[in-house]
């Protein structure tokens, strides 16, 4: 999934008003922001395999570091904490490890049983909504404009940047987005892990928005 942990950023605003997008952003994306650095590394492991997925070539063989169950409970734990020794507030840490931990679900309903639930060599899951192209993009689709709603519901534009930032964010996330669904599969693994370090731009992108809109 892709847009759809976007749009359950935009929609977590409503319910984590006290926190940037930005930092929303990286809470919802922190095991996919995580996962190409150890790619690189050489920790965690994907392959290029035709047919894997209607929705995407990716074989994720091995990521137990990012992507499993135990992994991501300790990530949604560490983020709350760190949040409330920051700012002593306990409800809005709740909230943000709650959006740590809405990427493992929304992978699990699309991702075929490859996430596990801690060793690769154990027991995985998945439901595999990526064996339908259709159903995948519906699903997506609709979790991203409910996001949008929301966050337009929540928040206003403080000047033309603050709707500027926002509307040229939705519509390259879609482009990002139909560009990975009829663009040809990458030709090797290298490149993909530092194609997606490029996502800590859109961190930043939600932290720009969010200082040009107000709740």
């Known amino acids: 999934m892709f847009i759809g942990h976007f749009g359950v950023g935009l929609a977590g605003k409503k319910v984590g008003t006290k926190l940037s997008l930005g930092l929303i952003f990286l809470a919802v994306q922190w095991l996919d922001l995580l996962w190409p650095a150890l790619l690189i590394f050489g920790i965690e492991k994907v392959e290029i395999q035709e047919g894997n997925t209607a929705f995407t070539p990716l074989n994720f063989t091995h990521y137990p570091v990012s992507h499993s169950l135990v992994a991501v409970l300790i990530w949604s734990l560490l983020f709350g904490v760190v949040y409330y020794l920051l700012k002593k507030d306990a409800k809005t840490a709740i909230v943000l490890g709650i959006m740590v931990s809405s990427h493992w679900v ?27 192209i259709p159903g995948t993009i519906i699903v997506e689709s609709a979790i991203y404009l409910l996001g949008i709603w929301l966050y337009l519901k929540t928040t206003k534009a403080k000047n033309r940047k603050g709707k500027l930032a926002f509307w040229s964010l939705i519509v390259f996330l879609v482009l ?18 530092y194609v997606g370090l490029s996502q800590w731009l859109i961190v ?12």
Not at 181 to 187: A, D, L, N, W
Not at 204 to 215: A, E, F, H, K, S
Request: net charge negative; charged share 20%.
């Open 106 to 132: 929304l992978d699990f309903v699309t991702h075929r049983p490859d996430l596990p639930l801690l060793s690769s060599d154990g027991v995985k899951y998945g439901l595999g909504l990526w064996n339908s």
């Open 176 to 193: 990002i987005y139909v560009m990975n669904i009829v663009g040809p599969p990458p030709p090797d693994v290298e490149p993909i892990g």
């Open 204 to 215: 930043l992108w939600g932290y720009w928005i969010d200082r040009n809109r107000t709740v």
